[in-house]
C-alpha cells in the first residue's frame, strides 16, 4: 500500500518562498506525483503533476513560472517549491501517487493528508 505525507505548511507573508516535501513509499519508477490545493470554498486544483521516470513535468497556467515540482535529495521524496506566495495562495496543499501520461493522469492511487499555508497581506 502506498503511503503519502506531505511536510512544510506554515504562515507565511506575501512575497515569501516556500518549500513542501512530499514523502511516499512506492515501488518501482514509473509513475506520476501530483501536487493540488484546495483553498476555503473552492474545489482541488491541480497545480502540476512530475513523471517520476521520464522526468516530464506538467504544469498547470496558474502554477506556471512561480511553482516548481522536483525530485528531492532523499529516496522517495517529491519538493514543491513556491515563490513569491500571495493572499490566494492560501490554500490545504496535498501530494497524490499515479498514473498516465503527465498531460491527462489516468488516476490518483493514494493521496496525503494535506499541509496547510496562510499567506497574510
Known amino acids: 500500500q502506498v503511503q503519502v505525507e506531505e511536510s512544510g505548511g506554515r504562515s507565511v507573508r506575501a512575497g515569501e518562498s516556500l518549500n513542501f516535501t512530499c514523502t511516499f513509499s512506492?515501488?518501482?519508477?514509473?509513475?506520476?506525483l501530483g501536487w493540488f490545493r484546495q483553498a476555503p470554498g473552492k474545489e482541488r486544483e491541480q497545480i502540476g503533476v512530475l513523471h517520476w521516470s521520464l522526468g516530464e513535468r506538467h504544469y498547470a497556467d496558474f502554477a506556471k513560472g512561480r511553482f516548481t515540482i522536483s525530485r528531492g535529495s532523499s529516496k522517495d521524496t517529491a519538493i514543491l517549491r513556491m515563490n513569491d506566495l500571495q493572499p490566494e495562495d492560501t490554500a490545504k496543499y496535498t501530494c497524490?501517487?499515479?498514473?498516465?501520461?503527465?498531460?491527462?493522469?489516468?488516476?490518483?492511487?493514494?493521496w496525503g493528508q494535506g499541509t496547510q499555508v496562510t499567506v497574510s497581506s
Open positions: 497524490a501517487i499515479g498514473k498516465g501520461p503527465v498531460t491527462r493522469p489516468l488516476r490518483w492511487d493514494a
Open positions: 512506492r515501488d518501482g519508477r514509473n509513475f506520476l
